[in-house]
């Protein structure tokens, strides 16, 4: 595997797990587990900085465009992930804005968050799947030495996205840390 598709996979191997500490709390707080919404508030941050504003535009320029270019074999599948892309963004905002609605509404506005969280986390599985599925192996096989430098060259430029952010060196432990066994320990954070 080339080794900017295997950072691409990498960081989907971090996403799926920060998603399935999403999932694991979903379904404690469906249970009537108290579920500090502030952890939800941590995840929904990693959720729009990491697969949003980080890796989507890594994937958007440097494998579905050079792959546009080399084949019209994957023009139907880079244009479905392209508005899954799109779709990720309205996701986001739908999620952020049914947080808020909780945070202020309280009770009343929990199942309307708990209902929006479990459709996203499906749709981006989904969405992952789709491109480990498909388009890493198209990529794989039509991408020449030239897209992959150019691809390699620019990854390396990038930081840690949640360098400086507040709570940033914590956050992905801490969120891991709710994920249940064996990924963590499925506990309430110590204080
Ligand atoms: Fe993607
Ligand atoms: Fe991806």
Same mark, same amino acid.
Request: net charge negative; no cysteine; charged share 30%.
């Given at each position: 595997m080339?080794?900017? $598709?295997? /950072?691409?996979?990498?960081?989907h191997?971090? /996403? ?20 500090? +919404?502030?952890?939800?508030?941590? /995840? ?13 535009p ?33 996701? &986001? ?5 049914? &947080? ?5 509404? #309280? ?5 309307a ?5 479990t459709?996203?986390v ?5 969405? &992952?799947q ?7 192996? $198209? ?32 956050l992905?432990?801490? /969120?891991?840390y709710l994920? +249940?066994?064996?990924? #963590?320990?499925?506990?309430?954070? +110590?204080?």
């Open positions: 080339s080794q900017p $598709l295997q /950072i691409l996979y990498d960081e191997r971090s /996403i799926a797990a920060v998603l399935d500490a999403l999932a694991h709390l979903l379904r404690e707080a469906a249970r009537g587990k108290a579920v500090d +919404p502030k952890v939800f508030r941590q /995840i929904l941050y990693y959720l729009d900085v990491v697969p949003e504003r980080y890796h989507h890594k994937e958007d320029e440097f494998l579905f465009a050079p792959l546009r270019r080399r084949t019209h074999e994957a023009d139907d599948l880079v244009a479905r992930l392209e508005h899954q892309h799109r779709m990720g963004l309205e996701s &986001m905002a739908h999620l952020e804005q049914s &947080m808020a609605r909780w945070d202020a509404g #309280g009770d009343a506005e929990r199942a968050f708990l209902a929006a969280a459709t996203f499906d749709r981006y599985r989904q969405h &992952m789709l491109e480990e599925d498909e388009l890493m192996p $198209l990529a794989q096989r039509a991408l020449t030495a030239e897209d992959w430098a150019a691809a390699e060259a620019q990854f390396a430029l990038h930081h840690d996205p949640l360098k400086g952010a507040e709570e940033s060196a914590e992905f432990r801490r /969120i891991l994920a +249940p066994p064996p990924i #963590g320990l499925g506990d309430p954070l +110590p204080d």
